[in-house]
């Protein structure tokens, strides 16, 4: 069983001991830590070892307001679920303003491990959305860094034969007396007779989404003619560049 640990803060013994016999029974994957004082709740929110926070509202010398500030600064990912009495609407909202992500009424127990289950998935969910948004991230980036630094000649283009983007070297080739463009058409760069080819290979790459081999012939400002092949790869699931 993959036991899921709770730091559970409470300054009553005898209520900390009715929510444990609710919560760890034996058909639960939850291990409760009670820790009633601010030293303790820090040091265990730096230990980084917890899946869940389980917190009473009002205790002795703070309440969870300044819980949530620690949770905050220690632990943010960390989910924190908030153990309450009757709870004014406002201070419900300030609650969920400051991260809480659930508040659980005490007569209504019987909800908590429901809601600890519901918690702890949102939080493993949160976590591999923001790894694959970092993995992407760090795929864009790698590919600006060849992008840029590149000899080939790289361009996104449309199945209208505009290109929209090309790198350091493409520019150079094409326009290698004046600044780089914004854009190019096809068939403005093109040798007549390699145009409709080029053009037909873009649109199968696009509407097969499939990688399609081609060559064709571009023609510099200059008018010099440049020897060109290579593959053109799918670019959106629009189906409207490569």
């Given amino acids: 069983m993959n036991i899921k640990k709770v730091l559970y803060i409470e300054d009553s013994l005898d209520y ?9 029974n034996p058909d639960s994957n939850l291990k409760l830590t009670l820790i009633e004082d601010l030293p303790g709740i820090e040091k265990a929110m730096a230990e980084g070892t917890f ?32 153990l309450t009495g009757a709870l004014p609407d406002e201070t419900a909202v300030e609650l969920l303003q400051l991260g809480a992500e659930d508040y659980i009424l005490k007569d209504r127990v019987a909800r908590l491990p429901t809601a600890i289950d519901k918690a702890i998935r949102n939080h493993a969910q949160g976590l591999e959305l923001k790894a694959a948004r970092r993995e992407v991230e760090e795929n864009a980036a790698r590919f600006r860094e060849i992008f840029e630094a590149s000899s080939d000649l790289i361009f996104t283009v449309s199945t209208n034969g505009a290109i929209s983007a090309a790198n350091p070297a493409f520019h150079a080739a ?23 080819g080029l053009l037909a290979a873009i649109t199968k790459a696009a509407s097969e989404k499939l990688p399609v081999k081609t060559e064709t012939i571009f023609i ?5 003619a440049i020897e060109a092949e290579g593959t053109l790869y799918p670019r959106s699931k629009a189906g409207k560049d490569v």
């Fill in 16 to 24: 900390a001991a009715m929510v444990q016999r609710t919560l760890e």
């Fill in 51 to 82: 899946d869940l926070v389980l917190s009473d509202f009002n205790l002795t010398d703070f309440d969870a307001r300044e819980v949530l500030k620690k949770r905050n600064q220690l632990a943010p990912d960390l989910p924190l679920i908030i």
């Fill in 174 to 196: 094409i326009n290698p007396e004046g600044d780089e463009k914004n854009s190019y058409i096809v068939k403005d760069i093109t040798a007549p007779h390699k145009i409709d």
């Fill in 220 to 224: 510099s400002s200059g008018g010099k």
